[in-house]
């Protein structure tokens, strides 16, 4: 899955970040496809540390397990899923990512904040005189519902809540060449280098359009955030979508850039990323920075 070839070797790479960088390079993406490499990883970075519980967490779900993806309303927090979580803090500490926009929330939000506070420790400076960015090393989640705020407030906890912003946005219905999808009302106004869809909800919305909405556990997410900014996209940016097979099927259709789009079916993830030559200086040294000279895809 790895491409060798190089975009533009980087000399960037802190001293002090080999011995971290040796330990990611223990681990591939594929790697978090294999329970016991999963279980060394959370380990090794100590993820079931940040994936603490909280007092919702003992909330006893009134839903079947086939219902509660689907269903209008769900007490019960969902639990932590660690080989998707792995995966996320490798790709962010791998890519060095400096922003991240997340849509949804929860223990994903902590634990992209925990591989951002680690890029923090190693890479400010450098990001603060080389590459155009407001608040490097941050993640920006934007989420519909008030208590899943809360919730993953929680879950930050005073160590990792700089490194993360959460944004509280209705949901509208739209369409796009006359297919309905769905948009945040409001987004944070910044260029993110990775983009991780997880949201929003079936029920964020009840408006109809010709008798038809989201609003219904026969229905599947699809989200058209991305296709409104993709041109303010930089060269170098991945798209995670995490299951939504569906809304990775209507981005894939409606992308216009060069985009390289790989399904992960074992895992359920999509991957979307933009392989285009750099904008100009800053965005070179940008690519060169997070990526390494390696394309993911």
């Not at 490194?163 to 993110?192: C, G, M, Q, W």
């Not at 930089?234 to 798209?239: A, F, H, N, V």
Request: glycine share 4%; aromatic share 12%; hydrophobic share 40%.
């Amino acid at each position: 899955m790895i491409n060798k070839n190089p975009l533009s070797l980087s000399d960037t790479i802190s001293p002090e970040f080999k011995a971290l960088e040796d330990l990611i390079s223990k681990y591939t993406i594929s790697s978090f496809s294999d329970d016991s490499k999963v279980v060394e990883y959370t380990k090794d970075f100590g993820i079931q540390a940040i994936c603490f519980n909280i007092e919702k967490d003992g909330t006893v779900s009134s839903n079947t397990n086939i219902e509660r993806t689907v269903a209008e309303f769900e007490e019960k927090p969902f639990v932590p899923e660690y080989n998707d979580l792995c995966r996320l803090h490798y790709l962010i500490l791998k890519r060095k990512a400096i922003n991240v926009l997340e849509f949804g929330s929860g223990f994903s939000t902590a634990v992209m904040a925990d591989a951002m506070r680690i890029l923090s420790t190693y890479f400010s400076n450098w990001v603060k005189y080389n590459v155009r960015c407001i608040k490097p090393f941050h993640i920006y989640s934007v989420e519909e519902e008030s208590r899943f705020i809360d919730i993953t407030f929680s879950r930050l906890g005073d160590a990792l809540k700089e490194y993360a912003s959460i944004f509280h946005s209705s949901i509208e219905l739209v369409t796009h060449d006359n297919r309905i999808a769905t948009i945040y009302s409001k987004l944070p106004n910044i260029s993110p280098d990775l983009i991780y869809t997880d949201g929003p909800s079936l029920y964020g919305t009840t408006a109809e359009l010709h008798g038809l909405s989201f609003n219904s556990p026969v229905r599947m997410p699809i989200s058209a955030d991305v296709l409104l900014f993709e041109f303010l996209l930089e060269p170098g940016t991945l798209i995670v979508v995490d299951g939504r097979t569906q809304n990775a099927r209507f981005l894939k259709t409606y992308l216009k850039r060069n985009w390289i789009y790989h399904h992960d079916s074992l895992n359920d993830v999509h991957y979307f990323e933009l392989q285009e030559t750099p904008l100009g200086i800053f965005n070179k040294k940008k690519i060169d920075f997070c990526l390494n000279g390696e394309w993911l895809l």
